[in-house]
């Protein structure tokens, strides 16, 4: 398709000329085919290029004739100087295009077709005139009426032969082309258009149109199409067309606006498909659809009726089995600890009986060791009343220099006092051992929860004096009903645990009082590296531990929650990542026991 078609009306009489015309039409027309079939940015560049020097070649040829024939100064300057800025024009594009293809755009192709058309016409029909009769071109008057007549001739010649082209396309196609005008009427359809519709080209009227859409769809495509009108915006639907015997055609349509230059709306251009055999296709499927749907819903509801059954008997056996497992655990870990607590009672109790005799033999051997001081005083007395020369005398003097009495006798009093503290000390031990070890004894007895306490941080001091300070807050609670071996079992758990949460040297501080009256409060808080709340969820499970492997089984704090269970109690923890962590025991008093 051509843009401006070249023929003997714009010959202006001078060969040369006429030929360099011709040829720069081929490349306006060559611009304008890449221009419209979206051609790559380097093509169009060069062909603008192209153009710019071919066009320069033209102008000097022309310019080289005017000046051998001695052509009107005053116009032969105009003519330099159209010339020049045309040049400058077109090398201008050709710069900003190798940057932005934009710049080749259609508003530039009506420039050169517009300019091309009058410098012919007018300016270089002068020029040939003026050349071939050896006239001033000054005086030379063209006739505007065929100079439009030509331009208009050679215009439309070019706009029929694109339009044909059009029409022969889409009548070609097997798709509704159709065109309208700002007042929805129909400007053009073709042939297959008019099949689908059953009309005739003279029916060719909106009323007659619309009539053949089916009418349950006629205001949704009324709609559609004042929507597109009205914003100027592309638009798909589709539709239903009604034909002979009530036969339905479905149809998928797509359109869009035709805006003119000026912006104004001139009407709607669209393309539809014939898509009935599509529609048809996605009914039969979607019939299909709904009975599988139907078939495998009852089957789905069939087997998540099983599937819940056999969900709930795995859930309960999963439960058994847990309680079981916890069950067997904790009673594991109780006849462990009763065994130990056994082992431990006896061996307090072998050690507490040679231990009797340590004690008993230091207090009289403390007696001794001062009435062995005052003889060696008295000694002392009696040799410094004995003469110089007395061998005696001399001899007792050397005795006491060389065994140095006077501090033996200090000192032996200190040694037998410390003995006899370090053998108190063993004693208690001894006793808050046995205390402690009393696991088996599940009946309650009156405890003093302090001095459970204090027993108990003297079995693990070992565990305590090399990792924590610890600072004991007691608030005087009086001894009250409960299972105090098992109370004790879980104070060492939590104390353990507190020192080992510490990574180098911290705190562990022991709080105890009344809470509300009718329950007795311990607290055991520590400064150690505390616990996310992942971790904190989980303590309490059993078998789950942060520790290595090898070094815990992940039992202390599960038992330690049953027990205080057990005494209707309630255990908590607050703790954060890097801030320490502390577990609080609440314990309900009996009503003998209620704080005043």
């Known amino acids: 398709m051509s843009i401006l078609t070249w023929n003997d009306q714009l010959l ?17 027309n060559k611009l304008d085919e890449l221009v419209a079939v979206g051609g790559d940015s380097e093509s169009m560049v060069a062909t603008v290029g192209e153009l710019a020097d071919y066009t320069a070649y033209h102008f000097r040829h022309e310019e080289e004739l005017m000046a051998a024939a001695d052509f009107n100064p005053e116009l032969f300057a105009k003519h330099s100087k159209e010339h020049r800025e045309f040049v400058d024009k077109i090398r201008g594009v050709q710069s900003e295009a190798e940057h932005d293809r934009s710049a080749i755009s259609r508003d530039l192709l009506d420039f050169l077709v517009d300019w091309l058309c009058h410098h012919i016409l007018k300016t270089d029909k002068l020029m040939a005139i003026s050349l071939n009769k050896g006239v001033d071109a000054a005086g030379i008057e063209l006739d505007r009426r065929e100079h439009l007549d030509v331009l208009h001739s050679n215009l439309y010649s070019a706009l029929r032969e694109s339009e044909e082209r059009f029409k022969d396309l889409a009548d070609n196609l097997p798709a ?11 400007i053009f359809c073709n042939r297959f258009w008019f099949k689908s519709f059953g009309l005739q080209r003279n029916e060719l009227e909106k009323q007659r149109w619309m009539g053949v859409i089916h009418p349950e769809d006629r205001a949704q495509v009324m709609a559609a199409y004042g929507k597109a009108a009205g914003e100027q915006t592309k638009l798909k639907i589709e539709y239903r067309l009604l034909g002979a015997e009530s036969k ?21 251009m669209g393309c539809g498909m014939d898509i009935t055999l599509r529609k048809k296709a996605e009914a ?17 509801r069939e087997l998540t009726a099983t599937n819940q059954n056999l969900e709930r008997e795995k859930n309960q056996q999963i439960e058994l089995n847990r309680q079981l497992q916890e069950a067997q655990t904790h009673l594991v870990q109780a006849e462990k600890m009763a065994s130990i607590g056994q082992l431990a009672a006896g061996v307090a109790h072998e050690i507490n009986n040679p231990l009797g005799y340590i004690y008993s033999n230091l207090n009289t051997l403390q007696e001794y060791i001062g009435e062995l001081a005052f003889a060696a005083t008295l000694a002392e007395r009696l040799a410094e009343n004995l003469p110089a020369g007395d061998p005696v005398a001399a001899e007792f003097r050397a005795f006491k220099k060389r065994v140095d009495l006077d501090f033996i006798k200090a000192d032996a009093a200190d040694l037998v006092l410390e003995s006899l503290e370090g053998a108190t000390r063993a004693k208690n031990i001894v006793q808050d051992l046995r205390d402690f070890s009393r696991i088996d004894r599940q009946e309650q007895a009156v405890f003093d929860l302090e001095a459970g306490l204090d027993s108990t941080l ?4 070992n565990e305590l004096k090399y990792k924590a300070e610890v600072v004991k807050q007691y ?3 009086k001894p009250f009903a409960c299972v105090g071996a098992q109370l004790n079992q879980v104070f060492m758990n939590l104390l353990v645990n507190a020192a080992q949460a510490i990574p180098d040297f911290g705190k562990i501080t022991i709080r ?15 400064t150690g590296s505390g616990m996310s709340d992942e971790v904190k969820a989980k303590i309490f499970d059993p078998f789950f531990t942060t ?10 704090l599960s038992l330690s929650y049953k027990i205080v269970k057990d005494h209707q109690g309630d255990i908590q923890v607050d703790s954060a990542p890097g801030q320490g962590t502390v577990f609080r025991i609440l314990l309900p008093l009996p009503s003998a026991n209620l704080a005043p």
């Open 176 to 186: 509704l082309i159709w065109i309208t005008n700002a007042k929805h009427m129909p």
């Open 475 to 477: 608030g005087g609670v």
């Open 547 to 556: 520790k290595p492997v090898g070094k815990g089984t992940g039992l202390g």
């Open 12 to 28: 202006v009489g001078l060969d040369s000329v006429d030929g360099q015309h011709q040829k720069l039409v081929e490349l306006i």
């Open 512 to 526: 105890t009082g009344y809470r509300g009256g009718d329950r007795v409060f311990v607290e055991i808080a520590d």
């Open 248 to 268: 339905i055609t479905w149809i998928l349509e797509t359109a869009a606006p035709r805006i003119r230059r000026n912006g104004e709306f001139a009407g709607l």
């Open 284 to 300: 039969a499927l979607s019939k299909l659809n709904q009975k599988l749907e139907a078939q495998v819903a009852a089957r789905t």
């Open 458 to 461: 003297n079995i693990v001091n």
